[in-house]
């Protein structure tokens, strides 16, 4: 048996989780129909990390964000800082989806989510940092969820 290179079973896993997600929601509407090509990984075609954030601000609109698809998006950006890993151009991102007003929140019962007590951005990207280098990307690419409130679009 060929052992795949830890970023092939990376990314079969990842998109594992993303299947499993579009069958059960709404998911990136906003992304046209042919964006499904062989760039497709993680929901997002490689685009501009201007159209990514728009992307994540239409999906906003729709349901809340996982980290998983604000790593796809930071991934596929087309100007993506090479020396940067993937955790590092995830974190950039969650910054500028910040400053766009999204905040870090809980999901809570019944469809609704619960803001995190501390929006300050260092705090947010320090707390997602750590678990990310403790756990792994797989392990909690669906604990961290984002909201844009309606008062903040």
């Given at each position: ?19 499993a ?13 042919d964006?499904c090509?062989?760039?497709y990984i993680?929901g997002?075609p ?7 954030i728009e992307w994540?601000?239409a ?33 950039a ?6 400053d766009?007003?999204?905040q ?8 609704k989510?619960v ?19 403790r756990?792994?990307e797989?392990?909690?690419a ?8 309606k008062s903040?679009?």
């Amino acid at each position: 048996m060929v052992k795949l290179p830890a970023e092939a079973e990376l990314v079969i896993a990842m998109n594992q989780k993303v299947e499993a997600l579009q069958s059960t929601s709404i998911f990136l509407a906003s992304i046209p129909s042919d964006a499904c090509t062989t760039n497709y990984i993680g929901g997002f075609p490689v685009a501009s990390l201007k159209q990514h954030i728009e992307w994540l601000i239409a999906e906003a609109e729709h349901d809340y964000v996982s980290l998983s698809l604000i790593i796809g998006a930071a991934n596929k950006a087309d100007e993506a800082d090479p020396n940067l890993n993937q955790m590092q151009r995830t974190l950039a991102l969650i910054g500028k989806l910040l400053d766009h007003g999204f905040q870090a929140v809980d999901l809570a019962d019944h469809g609704k989510c619960v803001p995190w007590p501390n929006q300050d951005r260092a705090s947010i990207l320090r707390r997602i940092e750590e678990a990310w280098r403790r756990s792994g990307e797989l392990e909690i690419a669906f604990d961290f969820w984002f909201d844009l409130p309606k008062s903040r679009r």
